[in-house]
Every structure is written in structure tokens, then in C-alpha cells.
């Protein structure tokens, strides 16, 4: 089981509400949900992956799930919004449960956390099999290498949890890491399906008897062979929000817990995903365009723009099409509060300016009073839903592949270099029957241009 | 006269090759030429304005001159390529003697210069003037209140120059500021044309020589009502570059100070342009949208992007359309040498992406392969000249305005939300014949999209 939310709001502007920080690329170029899922993959006796997401990253989970040659099996449960992990895990088990399989043993893992030594993963996974086989919950304890606090402790006696400890402060930080006993709470945990049931029913039955109500009244539906259970958004707003961790782990007192030997990161900052780069001569990190002066230790990651950086040390530096960071390394966990600061306000930049979408992907390039422009990009064999937009009208121009427009009754090819006109009130659909990738320039017009403005009448995405 | 030109490149990335310091707007929204000329505009017995500048920024001179509501009379000189102060100054002196009159006193003003206290510059000027007309060559000098490494210093006694010294060191200079008789060298002068000629004949006969064979296979002519000089490139080409302070001011024995009562910046670099604005609680100046967390006495200026910022302090931030400076204020002189290897290296970021034009401008909003997107801005009667390209073709949509398109014979309007298509080889001509601004959003298509492909065959502004 993936859980596969939350903002990443540390890593912004390259997280986004969006493209959350399981879709961040890692410097060997796979995100870290791609990462999450090799890793289940290959798990010996997997029954399958499911996942628990939201809806808006439906299509870039099936994007990722693509990318293997032979995927996974895999099923997802998309969460109207987010009610922390407890929740998420109970739909889950009850799932499963629901399935027959009560006694399936669930693994449970954030599908935002790095493990590069997979043989030490799988070693760790089989020891708390065992222990989940005889019913056991099962916590992984990460052996503390330095005295991190931004990360809650378990402390252990052999393979027993004495207690769950909160982030403590430096010195308190220092003394668990000389300790021996004390572990980083890594968020994965592994467990029968009947067992964490029976551990709800017993610690947190609100948790259970609400998310149990709302699976009655959720649909599950195949989405383009993708079984999805899309929780209903009334019943599922009754569940509380709150953690595993709250709700059960730390009021049992027999939870067991498997001294993982694995490397692990959880990608908490952009301090701590730089440190995956080599760096240069001067310590300097460079992804894109940039050209330094006296620049030592700095970390520059930026998409298109040339960065010119002078007589600065320990900086991060991420430039996005629409927004800029600029941190000091040792302020790197406070990007959270930007974050935060950005969302209340409901910034436009909590969002990418390129909207990913099951057909491809749209950039708005431009945007001024009466106009806006995008770069549409349709996939191989991909289709936009037959719509119809009240207010604005597109111009259409083909600047690779080839179009297949229907206006109105009419369907036909627009080659590059061609160009259509849609007018208002006049239903329309763009796909791409060829083989290569479509590319249109689209110019809008009109005194609204609201993305809201757009009535659909048959979507091969079930988008209607 | 005004001296026009210079690069700017302490001010990268606002200041471009075709827009350079002169041009750069300062907190109250003029620009340093703007400022310069209203400067001289009032001076009592002006008989005019002579520029020394070159072709690529005629029309933004053009530009400044027409913002006043009633434009001093001004000339250029067209340099074709810089060869520092000597040459120029040559050139001007030698315009005005050609006018027969050359005992006209010359006023040399850098355009990039900031002056604010306009009564204490009028006084300066008056007593320079008074010496001048004795014949004398007169130089400005600063009354330094700090002891900047950055500047020339003049060491005068009384209006007497005793020796002009370079860049000194910080002890040097501040025995210079401590001293009393050491003045900023300010790159002003004045003199009548007779009196610089002659000392150029003595002092320097090699770029009087040159510059006046220069002239003489020079062509003076009307353009927009301004009167041109446009320099011959090969024969200038062979006057030696070289400053008046080392031509002539050095050798001299006999220059005159004025002890200049009015506050100078030569906004030499971003910490000195940013030393303009007003601070808030945290000693930052922000331009555009920022987010800050816990951020000190940093410069943010930001065209379009939203820049975070965390835990930084004294650093500057200038972001663009298509480059991001990222200085510490104490490096802030070292901008240049980035620029200059981004010069060296014909990085397009020498250039900005918005490239202004006799009609108006257009900004390249984007290129992909075979494919460039631009937003065209054509001013109220303005008009592109009458063209063709031989590779590619361009579909324009009209967003704001009225279009007048001329395509082959035919001439016709094109309005908001509607569409033209111009094929390869089609003669065609674009031009604004309403009141208010025109733009057009263009989608070029070829495999060759570059901006020498344009045969012109009828122009208003003379490109032909």
C-alpha cells in the first residue's frame, strides 16, 4: 500500500499542489513514486500495489505505473481531500478485507521517501512479515545516523517498542543517537489487514466506523483498466483527521518494530535532496544554465533561465517558469512557511503554469486582457474530451504532428503550419490518430477565459 | 552634447546591449537619458542637444526626446561601433565647428549620470561656462563624502587642476577624502569646440585626424524630423580608442576645475541603484512580487515572477524574462565580469527578449523547434516596413487593436479575435492606422526562423 499525497510544500516551487513530491525527479531522472513502486514491485508473494491518492493525480500516477515494461498490478483509492494517514490506511484494509483476504499482510509505504539498498529493504520487509503473519503491527525503525530533529523517534528494546517520541530538540536529539535504543520513525509499517482493523475497532473506532460509512456509498470503476474507488466526499469529510501514529501506534503497547539497515531519506528539504548531486570543484551544484563568480557551495537548479550568481555562498536557487527561491541552506525547512503563506493567499503559483491532463499536458505561455495563449500537447493516440466553451474563442495552430479536429458535424486534419478557428458555442474536439506527439499553439480570445468555461460532452477519460 | 552608449554591464541583467544603462528607468519612472536632457533642456542660452550614440538606439532616443511635451532640439551622431570618449567628443566638436560656430561653448554630459540637485548643477555649469569661454578646458570635479575605490580623482588647488590620479586604493583614497583637495572625476566637461580641437591637434593629432577623415565620407540626413550623422564605419574604424581623460586631460598642463556643490551617482552598479529606493522595517526594497521569511537588507526586483525568498541576507535578486542575477551586495561590481563572458561566450542573454523598434517592439514569447511565438506591438500610426520572407510563414491573431494587413495587392482589416495567414514569399506589411495600441500575437512556422530572413522593400523609418 502507497500513500501517495501531501504538497511536498518544503521542495516548492517544483512541488506544486499538483506534482506533489512523490512526481519530483530524482538526479538518476525517476520520481520517487516510480522509486516506491519498483520497490513493492519486486517484493517476493505481491498480491498487488494499491494506492491511496486524490483524483488530480490519477492520470500522473497511471503516467508513472506506464513507465515499466510489465506494470504492476495495481489499484487506487483517491481521497476527495486529505484526512492524514490513519484514514487513508483504513480504506485501504477495509478494501482489501472487502476483497476476501482479510489475513493479506499490507505493507505500508510513503511513496515519498528514498531507499537506494534495496537487498537491506527486502531483508527488513521479510522480518516484518513474520512478525505481521503473527499478528503483529510492525513499525521499521531507521538507525539514526546523526541527530536529525526534524524526524520523531521509536525506542526500542530488541524488536519490542517501549514508546514513540515526538521531534526532540538538539541536545534530547543527541542523547537518542549515543543512546543505541532510539530510531527515526520512517512512516512505513507493515500489518494484517484484519489486524490494524481490529486495532482501530479497539483504539480509533470514529476512524473506522466513518470510513467504513463512506466506502458503502463510494463507487469503484475502472479508469482506462485501473480499478479506482473514488470515496465519497460527504461521508469521508466525518473522518477525523489523524495520524497512524496518534491513532494507533502509540496507544498499543504491543507494537513491534524491525531495525531497518537501510539508507533512507525522506527528501524533507532542498538541503536534503541536494545532497544526492555531486558537486563541483567549488561545492556548487549546477542544473541548467548558469554562470558564477566567487559562488561557493550553492545549490542552482533552474529550467530555462540562465542564472547569473555572484560572491554567494550556501544558497539554494530553484527557478520555475513562474516563480524563484532563493534560501540560505540552514533556512531550508522554512520554505514550508512561504508555502503556507502562498496558499492562504491562493497564490497561482501552488500551481505549475503546465497543467499535466490524461491527453498530454497544456503551458499557458501568456496571458493578458482579452487573450491568453497556451502550448497544447496531445500524446500519441490521445483525445481531448468534445466540448464547447460559451465565451472565448481559439485559434489553433499545428507546430508538429498532426491534428485530427472535429467542428461541428465536420471532422478533419490540420497538418503543421495550418491553422483552425473555433468560435464560440461551437462544440469541438482535437485529437492526435498519429503516432508522433501533437503540438498546437492555441491563441484564445475572449472577454472570459475561465478554465471553468468548458461543457463536455463524451471524454474517453470519464471526465464528464 | 551627451555621450550615449556604453554596455552597462554592472546593471546586467536589465541593462542589455540595445538597452543600456541610459535607458533604465529610475524609482520615479524616468530614465537616466530622460533626466540628462531635461537636465540640459533648461540650462539659459542652449542652442540645442547633440547626442553621440549609435544606430540600434536611435529610436529609443527617439523614444526619450518624444516624452517631453515640448522636445529639445536635438542631433545624433551614429557611431558604428564604440571607441570610447575622445573619438566622440571629436566628432561633436567637429559637427559644430562644420556649423560655423566654433566658438559654441560644449557641454559634455554621460547620460548615465544621476544628478538631482538641478539649481547647484545650473550654478556648476554657469561657472564652467564662464571659464570655457575663456578658452579654457574645464572639468567637473565631485567633493567626495566617502572614500569610493570605485572613481578617478581630480586633485585640484582652487580652479586650478594640479593631476587627475586613477582608482586608488582604500588607504589612498582616504587620504584623498580626508585631505580636502582630491574630487571625484565626474566625465563632465566643458569647453568650446575651437579650444578641444586645438588641444586635440596638440595633444592627440591621430584621432582628430582620423575623425575628421571620418566625417568626411560621413552622410548627414533626416530621420523622424531628427537630424543624423551616421559615422562611417571603416574610416572610424581607424581613430584609435581612447579616453579624453588619457588624450587630453592628462597631458594638459593648463585644465580648470569647477568644485561641483550637487549630489553625483554614476549608478555604477545594483548596490548603487538600490541605494535610491526606500526600505521597509527590514531594510528590504522589493519590486514585484516577493515572499519573504526571515529576510534582511536585500534588493528583490522581479518582472513577472513570484521570488521567495528564506533566510537570506544583503543579497541582491534581479530576475527577468530570460536571466536571474543572484549578487551579494559587496560583489555587486563584479556583475560585470559575468556579463562580460556572457559577451564572450554570444550568449543570447546579452540581449533581452523584448526588442524594441522604430513602430513599437516584440518579445519572443517563446521557440520550440520550427516554431516561434512572438507578441507584436505596433504603436498608434505606426507601420512595419513592406516585407517578405523567403522561409517561413506567419499566422497572426489580432488580441488588442485594429490591424491594417496589407497581403500582395490587397489591403484589409483585421480586428480582435480574428485571424490572418501569411505564406512564405507573400509580400505583406502590417500597420496600425488606429489610436490605440495594436497587438498580435504571431505564430512563425518554417524550418529556418531566423531574423535575417526579411527582404524589405518599403519603410518608413529608412531600413532599406
Same mark, same amino acid.
Given at each position: 500500500?502507497?500513500?501517495?499525497?501531501?504538497?511536498?510544500?518544503?521542495?516548492?516551487?517544483?512541488?506544486?499542489?499538483?506534482?506533489? @513530491?512523490?512526481?519530483?525527479?530524482?538526479?538518476?531522472?525517476? =520520481?520517487?513514486?516510480?522509486?516506491?513502486?519498483?520497490?513493492?514491485?519486486?517484493?517476493?508473494?505481491?498480491?498487488?500495489?494499491?494506492?491511496?491518492?486524490?483524483?488530480?493525480?490519477? *492520470?500522473?500516477?497511471?503516467?508513472?505505473?506506464?513507465?515499466?515494461?510489465?506494470?504492476?498490478?495495481?489499484?487506487?483509492?483517491?481521497?476527495?481531500?486529505?484526512?492524514?494517514?490513519?484514514?487513508?490506511?483504513?480504506?485501504?484494509?477495509?478494501?482489501?478485507?472487502?476483497?476476501?483476504?482479510?489475513?493479506?499482510?499490507?505493507?505500508?509505504?510513503?511513496?515519498?521517501?528514498?531507499?537506494?539498498?534495496?537487498?537491506?529493504?527486502?531483508?527488513?520487509?521479510?522480518?516484518?512479515?513474520?512478525?505481521?503473519?503473527?499478528?503483529?503491527?510492525?513499525?521499521?525503525?531507521?538507525?539514526?545516523?546523526?541527530?536529525?530533529?526534524?524526524?520523531?523517534?521509536?525506542?526500542? =528494546?530488541?524488536?519490542?517498542?517501549?514508546?514513540?517520541?515526538?521531534?526532540?530538540?538538539?541536545?534530547?536529539?543527541?542523547?537518542?543517537?549515543?543512546?543505541?535504543?532510539?530510531?527515526?520513525?520512517?512512516?512505513?509499517?507493515? *500489518?494484517?489487514?484484519?489486524?490494524?482493523?481490529?486495532?482501530?475497532? @479497539?483504539?480509533?473506532?470514529?476512524?473506522?466506523?466513518?470510513?467504513?460509512?463512506?466506502?458503502?456509498?463510494?463507487?469503484? =470503476?475502472?479508469?482506462?483498466?485501473?480499478?479506482?474507488?473514488?470515496?465519497?466526499?460527504?461521508?469521508?469529510?466525518?473522518?477525523?483527521?489523524?495520524?497512524?501514529?496518534?491513532?494507533?501506534?502509540?496507544?498499543?503497547?504491543?507494537?513491534?518494530?524491525?531495525?531497518?539497515?537501510?539508507?533512507?531519506?525522506?527528501?524533507?528539504?532542498?538541503?536534503?535532496?541536494?545532497?544526492?548531486?555531486?558537486?563541483?570543484?567549488?561545492?556548487?551544484?549546477?542544473?541548467?544554465?548558469?554562470?558564477?563568480?566567487?559562488?561557493?557551495?550553492?545549490?542552482?537548479?533552474?529550467?530555462?533561465?540562465?542564472?547569473?550568481?555572484?560572491?554567494?555562498?550556501?544558497?539554494?536557487?530553484?527557478?520555475?517558469?513562474?516563480?524563484?527561491?532563493?534560501?540560505?541552506?540552514?533556512?531550508?525547512?522554512?520554505?514550508?512557511?512561504?508555502?503556507?503563506?502562498?496558499?492562504?493567499?491562493?497564490?497561482?503559483?501552488?500551481?505549475?503554469?503546465?497543467?499535466?491532463?490524461?491527453?498530454?499536458?497544456?503551458?499557458?505561455?501568456?496571458?493578458?486582457?482579452?487573450?491568453?495563449? @497556451?502550448?497544447?500537447?496531445?500524446?500519441?493516440?490521445?483525445?481531448?474530451?468534445?466540448?464547447?466553451?460559451?465565451?472565448?474563442?481559439?485559434?489553433?495552430?499545428?507546430?508538429?504532428?498532426?491534428?485530427?479536429?472535429? @467542428?461541428?458535424?465536420?471532422?478533419?486534419?490540420?497538418?503543421?503550419?495550418? =491553422?483552425?478557428?473555433?468560435?464560440?458555442?461551437?462544440?469541438?474536439?482535437?485529437?492526435?490518430?498519429?503516432?508522433?506527439?501533437?503540438?498546437?499553439?492555441?491563441?484564445?480570445?475572449?472577454?472570459?477565459?475561465?478554465?471553468?468555461?468548458?461543457?463536455? *460532452?463524451?471524454?474517453?477519460?470519464?471526465?464528464?
Amino acid at each position: 500500500m502507497i500513500l501517495c499525497g501531501g504538497a511536498g510544500s518544503r521542495l516548492w516551487p517544483v512541488s506544486r499542489e499538483q506534482h506533489p @513530491k512523490p512526481f519530483i525527479k530524482m538526479p538518476d531522472g525517476q =520520481s520517487l513514486l516510480y522509486k516506491t513502486m519498483a520497490r513493492g514491485k519486486d517484493l517476493p508473494g505481491l498480491s498487488g500495489l494499491m494506492l491511496v491518492s486524490n483524483y488530480e493525480l490519477l *492520470f500522473k500516477i497511471k503516467d508513472e505505473l506506464n513507465l515499466f515494461s510489465s506494470p504492476p498490478a495495481a489499484r487506487v483509492i483517491l481521497e476527495p481531500f486529505g484526512r492524514n494517514t490513519a484514514p487513508a490506511i483504513v480504506a485501504a484494509a477495509l478494501r482489501i478485507a472487502a476483497m476476501g483476504s482479510s489475513e493479506e499482510i499490507m505493507l505500508v509505504l510513503p511513496a515519498d521517501h528514498l531507499i537506494n539498498d534495496e537487498q537491506a529493504f527486502h531483508h527488513a520487509c521479510k522480518e516484518a512479515r513474520v512478525l505481521a503473519e503473527k499478528g503483529r503491527l510492525v513499525t521499521f525503525g531507521i538507525k539514526p545516523h546523526y541527530p536529525e530533529t526534524g524526524y520523531g523517534y521509536i525506542e526500542a =528494546s530488541g524488536q519490542r517498542v517501549m514508546r514513540f517520541v515526538e521531534k526532540p530538540n538538539s541536545a534530547v536529539a543527541q542523547q537518542y543517537v549515543a543512546s543505541g535504543n532510539f530510531f527515526w520513525n520512517s512512516g512505513m509499517f507493515c *500489518f494484517s489487514a484484519r489486524s490494524i482493523l481490529e486495532a482501530f475497532a @479497539k483504539h480509533c473506532p470514529e476512524v473506522l466506523a466513518a470510513v467504513r460509512a463512506c466506502l458503502e456509498v463510494s463507487s469503484t =470503476s475502472d479508469w482506462l483498466g485501473l480499478e479506482a474507488t473514488t470515496l465519497d466526499s460527504d461521508s469521508f469529510a466525518l473522518a477525523p483527521d489523524i495520524s497512524i501514529d496518534y491513532a494507533i501506534m502509540e496507544k498499543s503497547s504491543d507494537i513491534a518494530m524491525v531495525a531497518a539497515a537501510f539508507d533512507w531519506n525522506d527528501i524533507g528539504s532542498w538541503e536534503s535532496l541536494c545532497r544526492l548531486y555531486s558537486s563541483d570543484d567549488n561545492g556548487n551544484q549546477l542544473h541548467g544554465q548558469a554562470v558564477l563568480h566567487n559562488v561557493h557551495n550553492c545549490y542552482i537548479r533552474s529550467e530555462d533561465r540562465v542564472v547569473g550568481a555572484v560572491g554567494v555562498d550556501d544558497l539554494l536557487v530553484v527557478d520555475t517558469a513562474d516563480a524563484l527561491l532563493v534560501a540560505h541552506k540552514s533556512a531550508a525547512q522554512d520554505v514550508k512557511s512561504l508555502y503556507m503563506r502562498l496558499k492562504e493567499a491562493k497564490h497561482s503559483v501552488c500551481q505549475h503554469r503546465r497543467t499535466g491532463r490524461p491527453w498530454g499536458a497544456y503551458t499557458v505561455l501568456e496571458e493578458g486582457p482579452g487573450f491568453k495563449i @497556451k502550448r497544447i500537447e496531445v500524446n500519441p493516440g490521445a483525445s481531448l474530451s468534445l466540448q464547447r466553451h460559451a465565451k472565448r474563442s481559439e485559434h489553433w495552430v499545428v507546430v508538429a504532428g498532426v491534428a485530427t479536429v472535429t @467542428k461541428g458535424e465536420d471532422t478533419f486534419t490540420v497538418r503543421v503550419n495550418e =491553422s483552425t478557428y473555433i468560435s464560440p458555442q461551437q462544440k469541438h474536439r482535437l485529437q492526435n490518430a498519429g503516432n508522433e506527439l501533437l503540438t498546437i499553439i492555441e491563441v484564445q480570445s475572449g472577454s472570459y477565459l475561465g478554465e471553468d468555461d468548458i461543457e463536455r *460532452f463524451d471524454d474517453i477519460y470519464q471526465r464528464i
